[in-house]
């Protein structure tokens, strides 16, 4: 197992060679607030290396027994509780350092707690390029949360016109990011293709986003797969300003939205859509 320091400040010089407008790794490791926090994590790294000498004591039956291996969970999982608790700290009682931007861009946070988190760093460190980057980051997660409204965008579809997502305003809709390219999305169409047909009367659509880039190919997928519904590209793949807006790192992906543009489900594959759907559209 490798040690918190490792794991948590080992990332640093990677991290800082990228930057243009933070301090270099050398001056970091001078920093007192690296410091400190490294001292703070010896705390739980002492713990952690107890908790592993202890377990290289045990009998083979004693690792076998389930009760006995709770407790060792249990330790374990305080030790975590301590970590975490160090650097959501850390990072609350140092608004104004860069080392609280770099563990917090580690990404090891719940979404709530990075969002308070990011909001109390200090405009100096905010403005920085990771500082803004890390805050589009948070925005997007927000943007496709459950719960959250989602973000409006226009794109042109397969006739070169603008359409937007609040064009559909008052329907449930399925926002669909594809590509005829992908493997995996092609599988999936025929699903939502039955789901779009059983709901189409029922106050529910789909509206395609393609991760495509060739524009031939993408309409030739959208014929083949008989997807009748609106479809939208910029033809810019993996840089799809609405792929981007939505977080989308990986296809196929869906997000299912209400007729107020709240956003109820995500990532419905197969018959889990259908059945989505079903317990949602009354």
Not at 151 to 164: L, M, Y
Not at 180 to 207: H, I, M
Not at 211 to 238: C, H, P, R, Y
Request: neutral net charge; charged residues 25%; proline residues 3%.
């Amino acid at each position: 197992m490798k040690s918190f320091i490792t794991l948590i400040l080992c990332f640093l010089p990677f991290l800082l060679a990228a930057q243009t407008d933070m301090p270099s790794w050398e001056e970091i490791k001078k920093d007192k607030d690296y410091l400190e926090l490294q001292k703070e994590l010896q705390k739980v790294e002492d713990e952690t290396s107890a908790l592993m000498a202890d377990y290289s004591n045990l009998t083979a039956a004693q690792k076998n027994n389930e009760t006995y291996m709770q407790s060792f969970n249990n330790r374990y999982a305080d030790i975590q509780s301590k970590k975490d608790k160090i650097l959501s700290s850390f990072v609350s009682k140092h608004p104004d350092s860069f080392i609280s931007l770099l563990v917090l861009n580690q990404g090891k946070f719940d979404f709530k707690e990075a969002d308070a988190l990011y909001n109390s760093l200090s405009e100096r460190i905010k403005k920085t390029d990771l500082g803004q980057s890390l805050g589009a980051k948070i925005q997007s997660i927000k943007n496709t949360s459950i719960g959250s409204k989602a973000p409006d965008f226009a794109q042109n579809n397969t006739s070169g016109e603008p359409v937007k997502l609040s064009d559909f305003k008052g329907k449930y809709v399925l926002i669909d990011f594809w590509a005829s390219w992908c493997g995996p999305c092609r599988q999936e169409n025929p699903n939502v293709v039955r789901a779009y047909n059983a709901f189409k009367d029922k106050n529910f659509t789909v509206l395609g986003v393609s991760l495509d880039e060739n524009k031939t190919a993408w309409l030739n997928a959208i014929q083949k797969d008989g997807l009748n519904w609106a479809q939208v590209s910029d033809l810019k793949g993996w840089r799809n300003a609405v792929a981007g807006l939505f977080d989308v790192k990986s296809i196929p992906q869906n997000f299912l939205l209400d007729p107020n543009g709240i956003i109820v489900e995500k990532n419905l594959r197969g018959q889990a859509l259908q059945q989505a759907l079903s317990e949602i559209i009354k």
